[in-house]
T-cell receptor, first 115, second 115 residues
Framework: DARVTQTPRDKVTEMGQEVTMRCQPILGHNTVFWYRQTMMQGLELLAYFRNRAPLDDSGMPKDRFSAEMPDATLATLKIQPSEPRDSAVYFC?????????????FGAGSRLTVL | AQKVTQAQTEISVVEKEDVTLDCVYETRDTTYYLFWYKQPPSGELVFLIRRNSFDEQNEISGRYSWNFQKSTSSFNFTITASQVVDSAVYFCALSEINNGQNFVFGPGTRLSVLP
């Protein structure tokens, strides 16, 4: 089965540290989404890429978060500096794109704890 | 703006009972897709079904069935003869039909199936 791979699976860090989460989308998929899941807010869309270009990052706190796709096989989400309120599970999902809405395949998530 | 409401926060049933999870959506688009995803305790989001707004036929897949009613903007999900393995959080989602942007999730319904 094709999978979306996310690293790290778990990260514990201290406030103020930089955190980088990585995602390898399914080969051939040209859309990549980043979501954040918390108990209070549920699943929030942070950023969306199509063909490596960022199309929507309005859900992302711009002052500390950044999302990039250096190449078609890697998407990154960086938080600098991290804060305790960033503690959440971060999901990456990829889709085949094309006409019609994507069926998104999700990674297993990266659980971030900021102390 | 697009919005998905899942009014049931948590549901508990006893094994073999039928259970229906409600989903109501709002969109100004005339064409869109609706989805259900399952998030078992392992945390990964698993795709269950996609339905486009042109197709109001109900769908059945094994013990799962979906009732799409455009007139009431609802896309309800029924599990027949529930099993303990059905225990999970279930998310309903809505997406634009043209390019898959703005993939919006509901808050989820936590289903507990007791033995």
């Amino acid at each position: 089965d094709a999978r979306v791979t996310q690293t790290p699976r778990d990260k514990v860090t201290e406030m103020g540290q930089e955190v980088t989460m990585r995602c390898q989308p399914i080969l051939g998929h040209n859309t990549v989404f980043w979501y954040r899941q918390t108990m209070m807010q549920g699943l929030e869309l942070l950023a969306y890429f199509r063909n490596r270009a960022p199309l929507d990052d309005s859900g992302m706190p711009k002052d500390r978060f950044s999302a990039e796709m250096p190449d078609a096989t890697l998407a990154t989400l960086k938080i600098q500096p991290s804060e305790p309120r960033d503690s959440a599970v971060y999901f990456c999902a990829s889709g085949p794109g094309g006409s019609g809405a994507n069926v998104l395949t999700f990674g297993a998530g990266s659980r971030l704890t900021v102390l | 703006a697009q919005k998905v409401t899942q009014a049931q926060t948590e549901i508990s049933v006893v094994e073999k009972e039928d259970v229906t999870l409600d989903c109501v959506y709002e969109t100004r688009d005339t064409t869109y897709y609706l989805f259900w995803y399952k998030q078992p305790p392992s945390g990964e989001l698993v795709f269950l079904i996609r339905r486009n707004s042109f197709d109001e036929q109900n769908e059945i897949s094994g013990r799962y069935s979906w009732n799409f009613q455009k007139s009431t903007s609802s896309f309800n999900f029924t599990i027949t003869a529930s099993q303990v393995v059905d225990s999970a959080v279930y998310f309903c989602a809505l997406s634009e039909i043209n390019n898959g942007q703005n993939f919006v999730f509901g808050p989820g319904t936590r289903l507990s199936v007791l033995p």
